[in-house]
Nanobody, 120 residues
Framework: EVQVVESGGGSVQAGGSLRLSCTAS????????MGWSRRAPGNECELVSS???????YYADSVKGRFAISRDNAKHMVYLTMNSLKPEDTAVYYC??????????????WGQGTQVTVSS
């Protein structure tokens, strides 16, 4: 069974930092594109970042220069380091996994997620 578990969220003040972690199982992690998505209440899902099996990285314009994605294939984990956090980063953050572009093991903005709250 495909499973991802997000952790590391919390409440911080603007300008602060958090590192989110995702532990994954039930699929071929090393061959998959891993990503982070987020959704604030009433808003649409936003793909924040993704990283391919060979390290190619995508960032949404809204987080470029502030967030960094990384993965540890041995541990089946993916991380999102978030710096210079802004109130507009407040959302539930979700881990995603895809076999290739548009083919999902675990789709964006689905599951438990982890809450990130950034205050002014």
């Amino acid at each position: 069974e495909v499973q991802v578990v997000e952790s590391g969220g919390g409440s911080v003040q603007a300008g602060g930092s958090l590192r989110l972690s995702c532990t994954a199982s039930g699929f071929t992690f090393a061959d998959s594109i891993m990503g982070w998505s987020r959704r604030a209440p009433g808003n649409e899902c936003e793909l924040v970042s993704s990283i391919t099996s060979d390290g190619n990285i995508y960032y949404a314009d809204s987080v470029k220069g502030r967030f960094a994605i990384s993965r540890d294939n041995a541990k089946h984990m993916v991380y999102l380091t978030m710096n210079s956090l802004k109130p507009e980063d407040t959302a539930v953050y979700y881990c995603s996994a895809e076999l290739e572009d548009g083919i999902w093991w675990h789709p964006p903005c689905w599951g438990q997620g982890t809450q990130v709250t950034v205050s002014s």
